[in-house]
């Protein structure tokens, strides 16, 4: 879900509208989206349509909606 480079993180396009329907199929995203999270909080480009989404994404997993589990990847 995201890339660094030698001194920043930066979310790979298409990254929060999968997390978003991940987190929507399975009620939960995998530690390493926690990352893309992360990346997309700081990232300065994105769009006004993408903030919302990660802004939404970030309440549903404070509201327990959404869980973090501790795993690499949901994909099996």
Known sequence: ????????MMLIPGA???MLVSARTTG???IADRY???AAVLDDSLSEDERRAVD???RA???GKVEVRDEISILR
Do not use: N, P, S
């Open 1 to 8: 879900m995201y890339t660094t480079t030698f001194d920043r």
């Open 16 to 18: 929060i509208g999968e």
């Open 28 to 30: 939960h995203i995998a």
């Open 36 to 38: 893309g999270l992360h």
């Open 56 to 58: 939404r994404l970030l």
């Open 61 to 63: 997993i404070v509201k």
